[in-house]
Every structure is written in structure tokens, then in C-alpha cells.
């Protein structure tokens, strides 16, 4: 099982900026192939993917989140990131780090992400 631990939200006014962090734990980042995925549940909403990246390094993302929001990783430290600039208020909600290895789907706790002036 892939642990994975998801830090960087907090409270921002538009227009701002914030940098997630995903940290995934069983050497995931040496097998082939998986998949890393942001994903965010606003209150009262279903929990919608945001952008994801591949082991290839192949990227795809939700049109709310083109031109705005990158997702990077870092084998070295098994961590995928998630740059969104340009924050709206729409943008609140829980972050959540997926990891699809093996077959097998881990989730994070999630972080919240507030957008408030």
C-alpha cells in the first residue's frame, strides 16, 4: 500500500498563488508504470480530477485548471507538486493526491484550499 501525504493548502486571496506537495512512500516512484493525480471536492460537489502525470511524464488536466495550474514530480524524492497561480474563489476545496501503481488506487487526506479576499 502507497502511503501518501498531501501539505501546502491554506487560505489565499485571488489572484494568488500556492505550491501542494504530495509525498508517496513505497519506492512508488520506481515502478512502472503509475499514474499521480490531483484531484479536489468542493463542499455539496463530486470529487473531480485537476490534473494528472504519468510515469512517462505524459500530463493531462481538467479545463478549469489549463493555464493556471502545473503538476510536477521529483523521483528523487517520490513527490509530485501541484503549482496553481491565478487563484479564484471557485478554486476552494479539498486537495487530494491519488496514486495508481500496480492495480492498486492510494489516496491522501487531503488538503484544504481556501480562495477568499
Known amino acids: 500500500q502507497v502511503q501518501i501525504v498531501e501539505s501546502g493548502g491554506g487560505l489565499v486571496q485571488p489572484g494568488g498563488s500556492l505550491r501542494l506537495s504530495c509525498a508517496a512512500s513505497?519506492?512508488?516512484?520506481?515502478?512502472?508504470?503509475?499514474?499521480m493525480g490531483w484531484y479536489r471536492q468542493a463542499p455539496g460537489e463530486q470529487r473531480e480530477l485537476v490534473e494528472h502525470i504519468t510515469s512517462g511524464g505524459s500530463t493531462g488536466y481538467a479545463d478549469s485548471a489549463k493555464g493556471r495550474f502545473t503538476i510536477s514530480k521529483d523521483n528523487a524524492e517520490s513527490t509530485v507538486y501541484l503549482q496553481m497561480n491565478s487563484l479564484k474563489p471557485e478554486d476552494t476545496a479539498v486537495y487530494y493526491c491519488r496514486a495508481d501503481v500496480l492495480g492498486r488506487t492510494s489516496w491522501g487526506q487531503g488538503t484544504q484550499v481556501t480562495v477568499s479576499s
Open positions: 513505497g519506492s512508488i516512484f520506481r515502478l512502472r508504470p503509475y499514474v
